[in-house]
C-alpha cells in the first residue's frame, strides 16, 4: 500500500539535525573545530616568535664581594640613622614636654603671687610669701637648667651628624686614591648608587638639622624669658627687679613675650617645620626606602 504524500522518516530526521539544517537567529550553530596546525607551521611561528630568557633581577652586591669601604659606609650610615631617631626622641618626648612644664609652673607662680599680694601685709603673710618664692624659685631653675640640658643633648647630636659628614667626605678621598676615581664616583657600589652620591646625601640630609638646631635655640630664647621673681620684701610682686635665681632666663632683662608669641613658638618646636616631611624624598623617611633598595644589608 503506498504511503501518504508526508516526509519521509530520513528525510524528516535529517532535516530536524542541527548540523544540516540552515542556521537562524533563533538556533545556535555549533562551533567548528578549527584545523590541525601543521609540523612546518608550529616551527615557523616558533622562529618567528623566540622566547628570550629572562634576565635576572640585579639586587645587592653579595656580602662576600664587599670591600672595607662598603663596610665602612654603611656603618656610616647606621651611625646616622641612629642620630636622627635620637633628634626626635630628645625634641618629642623631652624637650616639648620639659618646656610646656617650665611655662605651667610660671603661670601657677604668677597667679599664686598675685593672690598672695591681695592679702593684708602682715608678718604671717610676709613669711608664706617668702617661703614660697624660694621654693618655686629653686623649682623653676631647676626645671629651665634641664630644658637647657636637652638642648645641650641636640647640639651634641647635630655635631656627631657633622661629624659623619666629614668621615664620608673622606671615605670617598681615600677610595679615590685607592681604587681610582671610576669606583669613588661612578662605578655602583651596590646597585645604583656610587659612593660619592652616599656622601652627598648624607650631607643634605644633616643640613636641616644644623637650620633646625639655630631655629630651637631662639625659640627657647623667647619660651624661656621670665620676668625676675620678686625678693619677699616688695609689696609690689611682678615689678621688682630683685633677682632671686640665678637661671640665664630670669637674668633677661626682655619683657615677658605675649601669649599668642609663647603659642607660636611652641608650636614650631613641636612641629619642627625645618626638617623635611614625610613627602619630601630627602626626609628622613624617605632617605630609609632608598637606602633599603640601595644598600645590601641595610637591616642587618
Known amino acids: ?25 533563533s538556533s545556535p550553530r555549533r562551533a567548528a573545530t578549527p584545523p590541525a596546525a601543521s609540523p612546518s607551521r608550529l616551527a615557523m611561528s616558533a622562529t618567528a616568535h623566540p622566547t628570550a630568557p629572562e634576565k635576572p633581577g640585579r639586587g645587592p652586591l653579595p656580602a662576600s664581594a664587599e670591600t672595607t669601604y662598603h663596610q665602612r659606609l ?36 604668677e597667679l599664686a603671687l598675685k593672690a598672695i599680694s591681695k592679702q593684708s601685709s ?27 640640658g636637652i638642648f645641650a643633648n641636640l647640639t651634641e647630636t647635630v655635631n656627631g651628624m657633622q ?6 667626605e673622606y671615605l670617598v678621598i681615600e ?5 681610582g676615581t671610576l669606583f669613588a664616583f661612578r662605578e655602583p657600589l651596590w646597585v645604583t648608587w656610587p659612593l660619592a652620591r652616599f656622601a652627598d ?10 637650620h633646625s638646631l639655630a631655629l630651637v635655640r631662639r625659640l627657647l630664647d623667647t619660651l624661656l624669658t621670665f620676668p625676675v ?19 640665664k632666663a630670669e637674668k633677661d632683662d626682655r619683657p615677658r613675650p605675649s601669649n599668642e608669641q609663647i603659642q607660636a613658638s611652641l608650636s614650631l618646636l ?11 624624598d630627602w626626609g628622613s623617611e624617605g632617605w630609609e626606602e632608598v637606602m633599603a633598595v640601595e644598600v645590601g644589608g641595610w637591616e642587618r
Open 1 to 25: 500500500m503506498a504511503r501518504g504524500k508526508g516526509t519521509p522518516r530520513r528525510t524528516r530526521e535529517l532535516a530536524d539535525d542541527d548540523d544540516f539544517s540552515p542556521t537562524s537567529p
Open 74 to 109: 654603611r656603618g656610616l650610615l647606621v651611625e646616622h640613622r641612629k642620630a636622627r631617631r635620637a633628634w626626635s626622641e630628645l625634641v618629642i618626648r623631652g624637650l616639648v614636654g620639659r618646656t610646656k612644664a617650665v611655662l605651667e609652673l610660671w603661670v601657677d607662680v
Open 122 to 148: 602682715s608678718s604671717s603673710t610676709t613669711d608664706v610669701r617668702a617661703g614660697y618664692l624660694f621654693a618655686q624659685s629653686a623649682k623653676l631653675s631647676e626645671q629651665v637648667a634641664a630644658v637647657e
Open 163 to 168: 661629624s659623619i659628614c666629614e668621615r664620608a
Open 175 to 179: 677610595a679615590a686614591k685607592t681604587r
Open 201 to 210: 646625601g648624607i650631607q643634605a640630609l644633616t643640613t636641616p638639622y644644623v
Open 229 to 247: 621673681l620678686p625678693s619677699a620684701s616688695t609689696s609690689s610682686p611682678l615689678l621688682d627687679t630683685a633677682p632671686t635665681t640665678t637661671s
Open 270 to 280: 613641636a612641629v619642627q617645620p625645618l626638617l623635611p616631611g614625610k613627602a619630601n
